[in-house]
T-cell receptor, first 114, second 110 residues
Framework: DGGITQSPKYLFRKEGQNVTLSCEQN?????MYWYRQDPGQGLRLIYY???????QKGDIAEGYSVSREKKESFPLTVTSAQKNPTAFYLC?????????????FGPGTRLTVT | EDQVTQSPEALRLQEGESSSLNCSYT??????LFWYRQDPGKGPEFLFT???AGEEKEKERLKATLTKKESFLHITAPKPEDSATYLC???????????FGQGTTLQVKP
């Protein structure tokens, strides 16, 4: 079955630690995205990648980093510089980035930092 | 500034009571408008893409329509399993980036 997987579903970390969230897709999509969702707020774009070895900052990139070494994978690292890391993180992919291609989402990772 | 506003924030319906959700947008160079359904604790599920004013799409009890300034998601004779948060998003020209509204949380009571 084609789709997007995110792991783990729940993640707990102590303040000051970096943590990496996994995102894999087998849809053969060129573009991948990371969003953050907080209660009462819409999805906010963190980073996106249009092609392997290339990525751009979204609206709230500070305190996050990404890599895109393979077409199928787009891991997100939440660094200790992110001031409010506790949130629900969603990964998505689309066939292309330019134009109006629908994005398909993974199941999400809920990160709690204490 | 590009913006997407959804209303109402929350909607309670009785089973079978039809209604509409609104998505108003201001964006330069609209390439597409998307509707998603999100269940609690899960990722959004794609429903529809609308590309131009006057376009309509249907899926079971849902029908999405688009004008130059807003989109409506009409729910006909809803069932409890239609309870979810419905998200609207627009695609800006030439970037593929989506701007999301805050969502409408729908509760359908039996």
């Amino acid at each position: 079955d084609g789709g997007i997987t995110q792991s783990p579903k729940y993640l707990f970390r102590k303040e000051g630690q970096n943590v990496t969230l996994s995102c894999e897709q087998n849809l053969n999509h060129d573009a991948m995205y990371w969003y953050r969702q907080d209660p009462g707020q819409g999805l906010r774009l963190i980073y996106y990648s249009q092609i392997v070895n290339d990525f751009q900052k979204g609206d709230i990139a500070e305190g996050y980093s990404v890599s895109r070494e393979k077409k199928e994978s787009f891991p997100l690292t939440v660094t200790s510089a992110q001031k409010n890391p506790t949130a629900f993180y969603l990964c998505a992919s689309s066939l292309r980035s330019q134009g109006a291609y629908e994005q398909y989402f993974g199941p999400g990772t809920r990160l709690t930092v204490t | 500034e590009d913006q997407v506003t959804q209303s109402p924030e929350a909607l309670r319906l009785q089973e079978g009571e039809s209604s509409s959700l609104n998505c108003s947008y201001t964006v330069s160079g609209l390439r597409g408008l998307f509707w998603y359904r999100q269940d609690p604790g899960k990722g959004p599920e794609f429903l529809f893409t609308l590309y131009s004013a006057g376009e309509e799409k249907e899926k079971e009890r849902l029908k999405a329509t688009l004008t130059k300034k807003e989109s409506f998601l009409h729910i006909t004779a809803p069932k409890p399993e239609d309870s979810a948060t419905y998200l609207c998003a627009v695609s800006r020209s030439n970037t593929g980036k989506l701007i999301f509204g805050q969502g409408t949380t729908l509760q359908v009571k039996p």
